[in-house]
C-alpha cells in the first residue's frame, strides 16, 4: 500500500529524512519497498482552462484545442486525449517545459497544424499512473498558476503490509504504529461519533458473515467534482477522483482504513437487508460486470434486489451519479473469512475487501461514518439524519492475554525491565487490567487481533526496543560426526563424481504405478493408494528410471545418461535399503563434432566406467542372468554382492529404443571399502619408466580379470600400469590358434619413484610373470 509523507505528518511526528521512516519500519518488520517522490517541480508548467475543441482536419484521433493560460492570449494545442470537454481545467507545458520523464515541449507542428505546448496526462507530470487521458484539475483552481501550487512536493511509501496487520492499512493506523515506535504521541485522533442509534430500518438474515451494519441518510446533497485538496490527497497514493462524494469515501478509507459506501437512496426500494445470494442470482457491480452469485454469497439488498454485494462492491444501479440528491451512507463490519471466499470465488477484488478481508477496527467503524458524513456536509452540502439505522453487535476485543516478565526476558535474551515492557504495550494501545510484580495481564484493542499469545506480546517489545540492541550470542556447539553425516558426506561425494562422468541426477517417487516397467515385481501393494500412479512401494530405483528415459526419448533426446540415489522397499517385509542407479543409452557425445561422422554410441563399458568411478576399489563382475537383462552381470566388492549390471531386453521396455539400454544398481548400505572417499594426489614419476609387452592365446572363457590377478600377484611395487591393448578373436583365431581359443595383448609399466631401473630387473620381473601366466592359466605365449 502506498502512504504520504505529508498525509502521515497530519497525525504524528516524522524523521525529517523520509528513508529514516522507512528503515524505522522495516526495522520493525514492516517492510517499506519502495520510496518515490510525487508533486510538481517542472517550470513552465501551469493551469490552463480548454475553451474551444475542434477535429484535427488531417488526424481522426486529434483534436485541436483552443486554451487560455492566463496570459490573455489563447494558445492553439493539438490534443490526443478524449476524456475532456470544453470548461475543464487541465495541465498546460509550455515551450520550454521539461517533463520527469525526460521530454523536451516546443513549438511543434503535427500533421501541419501548429501546437504551442502539449496538454499532460497525471503519468507525463509525475503525480499517478493514469496515462489514459488529461489530468482534469478542480474548478477551483485558478488559471495561471504553476501547477506546483496544487500538487506540493510528497514522498510516497510503498509499504508491504502482511495479512495478518490489517490495522496498518490506512494513514491513521500507520502513524500509530510509528507513534508506538518512536514513544511520541499521536498528534489527533478520530473523534468519536456522538449520534444516537436507532435499531430499525435494516435487517441482517447472514449474522455470521455480517455481524454489524449501519446505515445514515444524507440529504440534498450536491454531486460534483472534488475540491483540490482532496483530489490531491487521493491522487497522491494512487486513487483516481470520480466524484466528490466517492472521493471522500475513498478518502476516509485511506485515513482511517473502515471502508463504507454510499447509495442512491432514492434508487433503493424499500428497507434494507443484509442476506445470502440466491443461486444465480445476477448482481451487476460498480465495475460495469454482470456476476451470478452462489449461495453462499453475503449480499446488501433491498426488498427486490442485491444493491451490493458485502464488502466487496456496490452497485450500478444504486451508485451515486450526478443527478442523485439523497444519499444512504453504510459502514459494517463483515466476517473476513467471508470477503476473501467471495473475492476469490467472483475473481472481483476491491481496496474494500482487500481490508475486510485482513480484518478492520470494530471501533472505527462509527468514527468513520462520522467522519464521511461530515465532510459530505462541508463538501457536498448534505444534510445529515440525526440518527444511525443499525442491526447486529459489534465483535467483541479479543480475550486479554497474560505476559510473565522473566518469559520475556528469557525469550528476548536480554533483561528488559518490567516498566519498560509496560511503557512499549501500552504504547501499542494494550492496556493492563491485572498487574503482579512477575506477570500482568493486557487488554487486547479490536484493532490488533493479531495479538492472541504472550509470544506475540513479547514480538512486539522486540520490535518497539530494537532488536539491534539485542547482543548475539554464540550458540554454535562442535558435534562429532554421526552415522547420518557420514551417509549425507557419502551421497554427496558420488553425486559429484557421477556429474563430472557426465551423468544427470533425476528423483523420482517412492511410489510407482500399477503398470510399472520393469523390476517392479513382488512390489508391495498400498492398501489405500492415492491414485493408479502411486500403488505400491518400488522395489527398485530402475523402475522409476526408465520411466524417465521414456519420457526423454518421447521429447527427442539423442542421449540418456542418468543415475538416482535413493531409497527402495525390498520384499516381502519392505525392509528400507540406499541404492544407486545407473541408466545409459544414446550418443556417446551429446553433441556432434565435424570432424568425426561417428561418434559412437553408449555400450555395457561407459556403465561399467560409471560405476566404478565412484568406488575407490577395484569391482568384480560376474556373468549372470535375470528376467529383465538380455546380458547381465553380478557387480562384487571383495567378493560381497552389492549389485546388478546389464543391457535391458527389448520385452522390458514399453517404447522402441533404437540401440542398447544398459543400467545397473548396487546397494549403498553394505560395508564397502573407501565408499566416498576423496581422490588422493600421487606425485608424477621422476625416473624413466621401461614398457615390456606380452602377448599369449589363452582359452577363450578367460577373464581379463583373473589375468589381471595373476599378473599383480607378488610383484614388485614399481609395476606401475598394465593395459589391454590387443584381442584377437572369433572363426579366424579358432582356425589359427585351435578352437575356443583367443589371443591378448598387454602393456606392462615398469617405474620405481626413487631410482632408474636396470634393464636386468625388469626383463627377471618380467619372466616371473610371464612364468606364472603358463603356469596358472595355461598361457601360450607369443614370441
Known amino acids: 500500500m502506498k502512504f504520504s509523507i505529508n498525509w502521515l505528518r497530519e497525525f504524528v511526528g516524522l524523521p525529517k529524512n523520509p528513508e529514516e521512516t522507512a528503515d524505522l519500519l522495516t526495522r520493525a518488520g514492516v517492510e517499506t519497498e519502495n520510496i518515490e517522490t510525487r508533486g510538481s517541480k517542472i517550470d513552465n508548467v501551469i493551469v490552463s482552462q480548454i475553451t474551444a475543441s475542434s ?141 444516537p442509534i436507532r435499531k430499525t430500518g435494516v435487517t441482517i438474515t447472514s449474522t455470521r458473515e455480517c455481524p454489524f451494519f449501519s446505515l ?62 440466491r443461486d444465480g442470482e445476477k448482481f451487476l457491480a460498480l465495475d460495469g460486470k454482470t456476476y451470478s452469485l452462489k449461495p453462499d454469497n453475503c449480499v446488501v439488498a433491498d426488498e427486490e434486489r442485491a444493491v451490493g454485494i458485502g464488502g466487496v462492491m456496490g452497485g450500478e444501479e444504486t451508485g451515486v451519479t450526478d443527478s442523485t440528491k439523497n444519499i444512504l451512507l453504510e459502514a459494517a463490519y463483515f466476517l473476513p ?13 476491491s481496496d474494500a475487501s482487500y481490508r475486510f478481508e485482513r480484518g478492520v477496527d470494530p471501533g472505527m467503524i462509527f468514527r468513520a461514518s462520522a467522519r464521511v458524513t461530515e465532510l459530505i456536509r462541508e463538501i457536498a452540502g448534505g444534510t445529515p439524519a440525526k440518527e444511525i439505522q443499525a442491526a447486529g453487535k459489534l465483535p467483541a476485543n479479543p480475550p486479554d492475554v497474560s505476559l510473565s516478565y522473566e518469559k520475556c526476558d528469557r525469550v528476548v535474551g536480554v533483561a528488559i525491565k518490567p516498566k519498560t515492557v509496560d511503557g512499549i504495550l501500552t504504547g501499542f494501545g494494550l492496556s493492563k487490567s491485572k498487574r503482579t510484580s512477575k506477570s500482568a495481564n493486557w487488554k487486547i484493542p479490536g484493532y490488533r487481533r493479531d495479538l492472541q499469545r504472550d509470544v506475540d506480546l513479547i514480538e512486539e517489545v522486540v520490535r518497539a526496543y530494537g532488536a539491534d540492541k539485542i547482543p548475539g550470542t554464540d550458540r554454535s556447539r562442535v558435534m562429532p560426526s ?70 526423454n526419448l518421447r521429447a527427442g533426446a539423442e542421449r540418456v545418461a542418468l543415475f538416482e540415489l535413493g531409497r527402495v522397499f525390498a520384499p516381502p517385509d519392505v525392509r528400507e535399503e540406499r541404492r544407486a542407479g545407473f541408466l545409459v543409452w544414446g550418443k556417446r557425445v551429446s553433441d556432434p563434432h565435424w570432424r568425426a561422422a561417428d561418434q559412437g554410441r553408449l555400450d555395457f563399458f561407459d556403465l561399467k566406467g560409471a560405476v566404478e568411478s565412484v568406488f575407490p576399489d577395484k569391482l568384480s563382475f560376474q556373468r549372470s542372468t535375470h528376467p529383465s537383462l538380455s546380458m547381465a552381470a553380478e557387480i562384487y566388492d571383495n567378493n560381497q554382492l552389492i549389485g546388478i549390471a546389464g543391457q535391458l531386453s527389448t520385452l522390458s521396455l514399453k517404447i522402441d529404443a533404437p540401440g542398447g539400454v544398459f543400467v545397473a544398481e548396487l546397494s549403498l548400505d553394505l560395508p564397502i571399502k573407501g565408499l566416498g572417499s576423496r581422490a588422493t594426489f600421487r606425485e608424477f614419476g621422476k625416473f624413466p619408466a621401461i614398457i615390456r609387452d606380452i602377448a599369449m592365446i589363452v582359452s577363450e572363457e578367460l577373464t581379463h580379470e583373473k589375468i589381471l590377478k595373476v599378473i599383480f600377484h607378488e610383484n614388485p611395487s614399481w609395476l606401475e600400469r598394465v593395459e589391454f591393448f590387443d584381442q584377437f578373436v572369433g572363426e579366424e583365431a579358432a582356425r589359427r590358434f585351435g578352437p575356443k581359443k583367443k589371443s591378448l595383448a598387454y602393456r606392462l609399466t615398469y617405474r620405481d619413484r626413487s631410482r632408474t631401473l636396470t634393464s636386468e630387473e625388469v626383463t627377471a620381473a618380467h619372466a616371473r610373470i610371464r612364468e606364472r601366466l603358463q603356469r596358472e592359466l595355461g598361457a601360450e605365449l607369443r614370441e
Open 55 to 195: 477535429r484535427h482536419p488531417n488526424a481522426d484521433r486529434l483534436t485541436v484545442c483552443e486554451v487560455d493560460d492566463g496570459s490573455g492570449t489563447k494558445r492553439q494545442i493539438v490534443c490526443g486525449a478524449k476524456n475532456y470537454k470544453v470548461g475543464d481545467k487541465v495541465a498546460l507545458a509550455l515551450p520550454g517545459a521539461k517533463l520527469p520523464n525526460g521530454l523536451e515541449i516546443r513549438k511543434s507542428k503535427l500533421r501541419g497544424v501548429e501546437s504551442e505546448g502539449m496538454l499532460c496526462s497525471p503519468i507525463e507530470l509525475g503525480l499517478g499512473e493514469d496515462a489514459s487521458g488529461l489530468l482534469i484539475l478542480s474548478p477551483e483552481a485558478k488559471i495561471g498558476v504553476p501547477i506546483s501550487d496544487l500538487f506540493p512536493s510528497d514522498t510516497i511509501l510503498d509499504v508491504e503490509i502482511t495479512p495478518n496487520r490489517g490495522d496498518l492499512l490506512s494513514h491513521f493506523g500507520l502513524a500509530r504504529e510509528i507513534a508506538a515506535l518512536t514513544r511520541k504521541k499521536l498528534k489527533s485522533m478520530p473523534p468519536e461519533s456522538k449520534v
Open 216 to 277: 445514515r441518510r444524507i440529504d440534498q446533497v450536491t454531486v460534483g467534482p472534488s475540491p483540490q485538496w482532496l483530489r490531491a490527497k487521493i491522487e497522491s497514493v494512487g486513487i483516481r477522483s470520480i466524484s466528490n462524494i466517492v472521493d471522500i469515501s475513498n478518502f476516509v478509507m485511506l485515513e482511517l482504513g473502515q471502508p463504507t459506501h454510499a447509495f442512491d437512496a432514492d434508487k433503493l426500494k424499500g428497507a434494507i437487508n443484509v442476506r445470502f445470494a
Open 337 to 349: 473469512a467471508s470477503i476473501r471466499h467471495t473475492a476469490r470465488e467472483l475473481n472481483l477484488p
Open 482 to 551: 554421526s552415522a547420518a553425516d557420514r551417509s549425507h558426506d557419502i551421497e554427496s561425494t558420488l553425486r559429484e563424481r557421477l556429474v563430472a562422468h557426465g551423468l544427470s541426477e533425476v528423483r523420482t517417487s517412492k511410489l510407482i504405478p500399477r503398470n510399472a516397467p520393469a523390476f517392479s515385481e513382488n512390489a508391495i501393494v498400498l492398501q489405500n493408494p492415492l491414485s493408479e500412479d502411486h500403488v505400491a512401494l518400488r522395489p527398485s530405483l530402475l523402475s522409476g528410471l526408465l520411466g524417465v528415459f521414456e519420457r
